[in-house]
């Protein structure tokens, strides 16, 4: 079974610069994450897909982050525009949503943000 | 509000010897708790998760942890360290729910570096 893919894995940029990260999930799996993971700190929800619909955005920075997963696959995550304070790895997972059990979240390798 | 305390940054073992990486966590309710284990340049791995039952869990890698309601605690053990258990571990809480639910949130603790030594 293939993982949970993340492109690209490092990107650097300029203080507002915009970017964009991609992500597909494990086939099937209908719940996508995006987290956020500030260097010493443990991974923060920005937002939640259950299929194609957001669940669970309370956390994303709207003004400058969005995010979106047309097909219900593939997602991608924007900063428009960057700041300093946005340095962080993110992170995609995907879980299995079979009702009636708690299904773990698989992580893809993240994608390593700078910015200058 | 949800929270999770790993009370150590860092833990240092000998290979050999057993290892304990400390959680606690603040969520009304029963919660669903979990480990992950993340190692350089790496995203995190699922290790094992308390849902209902059995105060001890087991899970990959010969890791187990215990939940302690009284205590809000779910250490993760091994009884026989690695030097390649040496990685950052994560613990994390979902608030309990609707198992029906679908809001899935994760809250993760600082997470604690383990090193072992030969």
């Known amino acids: 079974e293939a993982g949970v893919a993340q492109s690209p894995r490092y990107k650097i940029i300029e203080k507002r610069q915009s970017v964009a990260f991609w992500c597909n999930p494990i086939?099937?799996?209908?719940?996508l994450y995006w987290y956020q993971q500030i260097l010493g700190q443990g991974p923060k929800l920005l937002i939640q897909?259950?299929?194609?619909?957001?669940?669970?955005d309370s956390q994303l920075p709207k003004d400058r982050f969005s995010a979106e997963r047309l097909k219900g696959v593939d997602s991608t995550l924007k900063i428009q525009p960057a700041k300093l304070e946005d340095s962080a790895v993110y992170l995609c997972?995907?879980?299995?949503?079979?009702?009636?059990?708690?299904?773990?979240?698989?992580f893809g390798p993240g994608t390593r943000l700078t910015v200058l | 509000a949800q929270s999770v305390a790993q009370p150590e940054d860092q833990v240092n073992v000998a290979e050999g010897n057993p290892l304990t990486v400390k959680c606690t966590y603040s969520v009304s309710g029963n919660p669903y708790l979990f480990w992950y284990v993340q190692y350089p340049n790496r995203g995190l791995q699922f290790l094992l998760k308390?849902?209902?039952?059995?105060?001890l869990v087991k899970g990959s890698y010969g890791f187990e942890a215990e939940f302690n309601k009284s205590q809000t605690s779910f250490h993760l053990k091994k009884p026989s360290a690695l030097v390649s258990d040496s990685a950052l571990y994560f613990c994390?809480?979902?608030?309990?729910?609707?198992?029906?639910?679908?809001?899935?949130?994760?809250?993760f603790g600082r997470g604690t570096q383990l090193t072992v030594w030969p």
């Open positions: 997972a995907s879980s299995s949503n079979r009702r009636g059990r708690i299904n773990e979240q698989f």
């Open positions: 994390a809480v979902r608030p309990p729910g609707d198992r029906g639910s679908t809001l899935g949130r994760l809250y």
């Open positions: 897909f259950q299929n194609n619909g957001v669940v669970d």
């Open positions: 308390y849902i209902t039952g059995d105060n």
């Open positions: 086939s099937g799996h209908a719940t």
